[in-house]
């Protein structure tokens, strides 16, 4: 059973910036697929970013919704990925959770909210 803590989350101002962080508790260098999904109030769980194996190569997934504002990074000394989140907007608002898939498993993090508002 892989552990995930998420840390990070907070009020932040329109325009601002916050970084998430998602500590493992086995290696990342192990996992077909780690990254980050959030959920807002009302609405269904979506993809924000992840990393995911094709091959022997990690592509990068984002939605238009995000990219250009937030970026994926990963440490796999620490087994944390981060997330680098600007230019925040209101409707970016929403539990943010930390997500690794291993050999058809799928781990998800408590999650850490994320408020935007001014």
């Known amino acids: 059973q892989v552990q995930l803590v998420e840390s990070g989350g907070g009020l932040v101002q329109p325009g601002g910036s916050l970084r998430l962080s998602c500590a493992a508790s086995?290696?990342?260098?192990?996992?077909?697929?780690m990254g980050w999904y959030r959920q807002a109030p009302g609405k269904e769980r979506e993809l924000v970013a992840r990393?995911?194996?094709?091959?022997?190569?990690?592509?990068?997934d984002y939605p238009d919704s995000v990219k250009g504002r937030f970026t994926i990074s990963r440490d796999n000394a620490k087994n944390t990925v981060h997330l680098q989140m600007n230019n925040l907007k209101p409707e970016d608002t929403a539990v943010y959770y930390c997500?690794?898939?291993?050999?058809?498993?799928?781990?998800w993090g408590k999650g850490t909210l994320v408020t935007v508002s001014s």
């Open positions: 086995e290696t990342i260098f192990s996992m077909n697929a």
């Open positions: 990393f995911r194996r094709v091959g022997s190569t990690m592509d990068l």
């Open positions: 997500n690794a898939g291993r050999n058809g498993a799928s781990y």
